[in-house]
């Protein structure tokens, strides 16, 4: 499979204006949105303008004028932004997110606000999958992968906490990346379980991360050098909750690739349950000023449960994740990427629910950074993800693997 070339790339070099990639991106949703409905709001005066104005400049900014979609959990100061929820239906921050400055700061143009679910959490907003629109898109970045994949937008902002960039990026069809934790700043970022959170994005080629993970992580770009990685199949304790065509494509794949079996061991049993409370708890104290009477009733339940983790079961539970994640550095010295599932299967039928989070709950955990890559079809004809997992701290790494991963199956 070759790789899409980067819009960045194409921007900076002039073969494509960004005045002409926002109209190719505004023409698209005009088109697609009515039956995808990925997007809250759209600016498309104020991004075509400054497209205008980018293209006019002598020198071409580090982003050249990439128009990104932004999640509306993430704090926009021109662009209303209310986190999927009512209560906030209107507001208006004072001002943007870190990351939404930096990625200005350097030449993108924030296209407009993408459907999030409420608060991050599990109660679906209005997207649905472009590939299937009877299916869901999943969650909680459902608008970013979805205008993503359905070619809206190259670049989306999404995050995870759970599994809410990998599991929709799989169920979409898009490649999704969540770096390590704690890369990219998370003010102005609405929380929902501080220790876990973390800032990620959708792109339709892997050539346009490099340059956006560097202004997001305000770091030196690396370019993409593409190398044979050591691999190992990793099952995990979700494994037995795959189907069963999904566990074939993931060792199939595994096996083409020249990876071996990796298992955790012991220590890591119950890293899911683990996750599970770290993930209830915090949220049940973040979200508890909220007024509960304009709480959807699935995310009450959730902040209950979370409420009744105990101070001890959430110490234990932490203690866990910090001797794994320190055991996981030591398996990483003789491999370069794990191969695991991005999600049980293809996007599940219906729109209720966003689908299960069980494939990516350990690895959110454990702080690695993570890619989904659109590389395996189920039997419906509809695409899984194979989730590449790294090295905490090893991003560039990560993204050789995947680079010398997408290049041979597909």
Known sequence: MTRTPGAVARL???????????LECLARIAEREPVV???EVIDAEGSL??????DALRDKPPLGGIPVG?????DTADLPTAYGSPIHRGHRPACDAECVRRLRDLGAIVLGKTVTTEFAVYSPG????????????????SGSAAAVADGMVPVALGSQTAGSIIRPASYCGVIGYKPTYGLVPLEGVHPLAPSLDTLGFFARSLED????????????????????????????????GGAPQTQELIEK?????????????????????????IMGAEAAATLREKPQSELSAKLREFLREGAGVTPERLAAAREQAERCRRDLDRMFEDLDALLTPATTGEAPEGLAATGDPVFCRIWTLLGVPCISLPVLTGPAGLPIGLQVVGRRQT????????????????
Not at 49 to 54: F, K, N
Not at 70 to 74: A, G, N, R, S
Request: overall charge positive; glycine content about 6%; some cysteine.
């Open 12 to 22: 900076s070099r002039r073969e494509l204006s960004a005045s002409d990639l926002v």
């Open 37 to 39: 409905q990925a997007w």
């Open 49 to 54: 303008a400054e497209a205008r104005r980018i």
């Open 70 to 74: 932004v999640k509306d959990l993430i």
């Open 126 to 141: 209005k997207t649905r999958n472009p590939r299937d629109p009877s299916r869901t898109p999943g969650g909680s970045s």
């Open 209 to 240: 991360i490099p340059p956006v993970i560097s202004a997001l992580s305000n770091a030196p770009p690396t370019p993409i050098r593409t190398r044979r990685p050591r691999l190992g199949l990793c099952r995990t304790e979700a494994w037995p």
């Open 253 to 277: 794949a595994a096996k083409a690739l020249g990876a071996r079996d990796v298992d955790l061991g012991p220590p890591f049993a119950a890293l899911i349950d683990a996750q599970i409370a």
């Open 395 to 410: 991003d560039d790494e990560l993204l050789s693997s995947a680079a010398w991963i997408y290049e041979r199956i597909g």
